[in-house]
């Protein structure tokens, strides 16, 4: 398979070779360790010596559509075995020039993708992942330090131990943060995946973006996937079928520290009063910077453990309703969603004050036009509302009822099902 790939100069369907590639990786997991390590090596050689791929990506050189489908192929080939290589020590040493291959892959995931061209885009990442499975099976000492020198120009030796800084060379309002992040984002989740002390650096920095009002809304959105790279599980690289260094903790650890800092930031205490009708201007605009942190706060809720967010949730009440009820940002509401139902799980009276305003914004979840994934979460929110007290209940249980009419309609079968039930839940609130 691997000979077909190579064989194609002008790439193979879309369609054939992601199913190639998800057999090259399920085979590639499952090898014995010596038979692993023999494959990735050939797979390397042949795709470093035996081709230009690497070198035509890294010049820019201009190239098709086919010929840059060809490109993300082979790259993506050669990131699929790296990521799924042993993390055992000698088995590393074994792979030949490493430490070239991760500078290449590291100059491939900062070129310039100005133009926004889908498949480069997609090399971009591929290549980020290759590099951060990387730092995550290096063993920790002089070389993975030397690496990330060279090539980040992180000195995780300064700074007590925690690291430099990855924004010291960094203008806010640059393109440079933005073109970075993709890179950084994944070095950043295999490092704090194995506990390496610059992993919390580079995360405690993308917060920074955020929470910084010199920074414009395209870096602190990139900040924001970048945090979301690191808690989120990924089903390509860095998870536990790919061998790697994982700390059972490391998300708790996350989520306590920056949490905080970002509910620090945004003072949302009781007394405060916080209009989400405030007006949106180019510079300095509180409104866009308290969106991005509110979505922040609502990935760090979304992938960490449940334990870990059960114990902040007083904290989080304010965050979460006023994520829900936001009329500025669709997105900011689907993604409290999963926020929502873990409140309503563990503290449903929390959401009495707050019971129409909640429910008005879980219906315009449900419209016919809203994907399957958000009105299945919508309408298991609104079916656990049915625990309200009762007085609250039967308040908006005829605006459920009606709300719910045109959900009826939604093309999807299983958002069909889901609102079935949840209206039938609200039929016998008396």
């Not at 086919?66 to 699929?80: A, D, H, V, W």
């Not at 950043?188 to 919390?200: C, D, N, P, V, W």
């Not at 979301?228 to 390509?236: H, R």
Request: aromatic share 4%; glycine share 4%.
């Amino acid at each position: 398979m691997v000979q077909l790939v190579i064989s194609s100069k002008d790439g193979i369907q879309s369609v054939i070779y992601n199913d190639i590639l998800q057999v090259i990786r399920h085979v590639v997991q499952n090898m014995p360790i010596a038979e692993k390590t023999s494959f990735v090596n050939d797979t390397v050689n042949t795709v470093i010596n035996q081709t230009t791929v690497m070198a035509s990506i890294i010049s820019q050189q201009t190239a098709n559509e086919e010929q840059k489908r060809y490109q993300y192929q082979m790259l993506s080939m050669l990131s699929t075995c790296l990521c799924s290589m042993n993390k055992m020590e000698e088995e590393m040493n074994k792979i030949p020039n490493i430490q070239q291959i991760f500078q290449q892959l590291c100059q491939i995931a900062l070129i310039n993708d100005t133009g926004g061209d889908r498949t480069t885009l997609n090399i971009i990442e591929v290549a980020s992942q290759a590099a951060g499975s990387i730092v995550n099976k290096m063993p920790k000492g002089a070389v993975l330090e030397q690496m990330l020198l060279e090539n980040l120009n992180i000195d995780s030796s300064s700074s007590s131990g925690g690291g430099n800084s990855l924004l010291q060379d960094i203008v806010p309002g640059s393109s440079k943060f933005v073109q970075q992040a993709r890179l950084w984002s994944w070095v950043a989740k295999g490092l704090i995946m194995k506990r390496h002390s610059f992993g919390t650096t580079m995360c405690i920095d993308f917060c920074t973006v955020v929470i910084n009002s010199e920074y414009n809304d395209e870096e602190k959105a990139a900040a924001v996937r970048c945090i979301s790279v690191v808690m989120s599980d990924s089903p390509i690289c860095l998870n536990k079928e790919c061998d790697i260094y994982l700390s059972s903790f490391f998300k708790h650890s996350l989520f306590r520290r920056v949490v905080p800092m970002l509910l620090e930031k945004i003072s949302l205490k009781r007394g405060e009063a916080v209009s989400d009708d405030a007006p949106t201007t180019t510079t300095n605009h509180p409104s866009n910077d308290r969106y991005h942190l509110l979505h922040l706060i609502m990935v760090m809720i979304t992938y960490s453990p449940t334990t870990v967010v059960q114990s902040e949730l007083n904290n989080l009440l304010h965050v979460v309703i006023l994520s829900l009820t936001s009329k500025s940002s669709m997105l900011l509401q689907e993604t409290s969603l999963p926020a929502v139902a873990m409140v309503l799980h563990n503290d449903i009276q929390a959401f009495t004050p707050h019971a129409e305003s909640c429910c008005r914004s879980l219906l315009s979840l449900c419209t016919v036009d809203s994907s399957v994934s958000t009105c299945i979460s919508s309408l298991k929110c609104l079916s656990l509302m049915r625990g309200l007290p009762m007085d609250v209940a039967l308040r908006i249980r005829d605006n459920v009822l009606s709300g719910l009419w045109t959900t009826l309609d939604h093309p999807s079968r299983k958002v069909r099902q889901a609102c079935v039930v949840c209206r039938n839940q609200w039929f016998v609130a008396k």
